[in-house]
């Protein structure tokens, strides 16, 4: 079964705080993407990337950045965490090509910044 | 630039009823539409999409058909069950890498 993880499904986290959100898929895609959402708002696109080391800014970049050192693994990472970031964030991944917007989704993490 | 914008909910029914969640767009030419379900304590997964203009898509009884003359793509079920409780997201490519619009999202609570 196909399968996006994110390591976490609660954090909670003081303010400043630098806090990293792991997301590993099993498909082999190239494309993976952080979003969050918000009650109201619904889905906003932080961060995505399409190949190993690659990435680019989505809609909601500032306060987060993104690794990608392996295809199979994409971080968010909040460098000093602050109120306004508690959200659910979640994790998606793509093959692309013929297969583009056909996302598979993590259960998501909620974080919580105290 | 691209946008979606969703019926707001949430919208309760009966077991049993007609379901219609509308959705409409805009969007230089003619993009891939999607709707996505978010079921309690998951995340989201593909209910269906459309790739071009009078394409309907359809999975789990479904339905939605893509108009580009009222640009929107609306959700349809003929009896919906207590398990189609969900939020329902309607969404649209936003670029070339696969990136998805998603409009604010649709809460459907079904009744027995």
């Known amino acids: 079964d196909v399968k996006v993880t994110q390591s976490s499904r609660y954090l909670v986290k003081r303010t400043g705080e630098k806090v990293f959100l792991e997301c590993v898929q099993d498909m082999d895609h190239e494309n993976m993407f952080w979003y969050r959402q918000d009650p109201g708002l619904g889905l906003r696109l932080i961060y995505f990337s399409y190949d190993v080391k690659m990435k680019e800014k989505g809609d909601i970049p500032e306060g987060y950045s993104v690794s990608r050192e392996k295809k199979e693994r994409f971080s968010l990472i909040l460098e000093s965490a602050s109120t306004n970031q508690t959200s659910m964030y979640l994790c998606?991944?793509?093959?692309?090509?013929?297969?583009?917007?056909?996302?598979?989704f993590g259960e998501g993490s909620r974080l919580t910044v105290l | 630039g691209n946008s979606v914008t969703q019926m707001e909910g949430p919208v309760t029914l009966s077991e049993e009823a007609f379901l219609t969640i509308n959705c409409t767009y805009t969007a230089t030419g003619y993009p891939s539409l999607f709707w996505y379900v978010q079921y309690p304590g998951e995340g989201l997964q593909l209910l269906l999409k459309a790739t071009k203009a009078d394409d309907k898509g359809s999975n789990k009884g479904f339905e939605a058909t893509y108009r580009k003359e009222t640009t929107s793509f609306h959700l349809e079920k003929g009896s919906v069950q207590v398990s189609d409780s969900a939020v329902y997201f309607c969404?649209?490519?936003?670029?070339?890498?696969?990136?998805?619009?998603f409009g604010k999202g649709t809460k459907l609570s079904v009744k027995p």
């Open positions: 969404a649209l490519i936003g670029g070339s890498q696969g990136n998805l619009i």
């Open positions: 998606a991944s793509t093959r692309g090509g013929g297969r583009a917007g056909e996302l598979f």
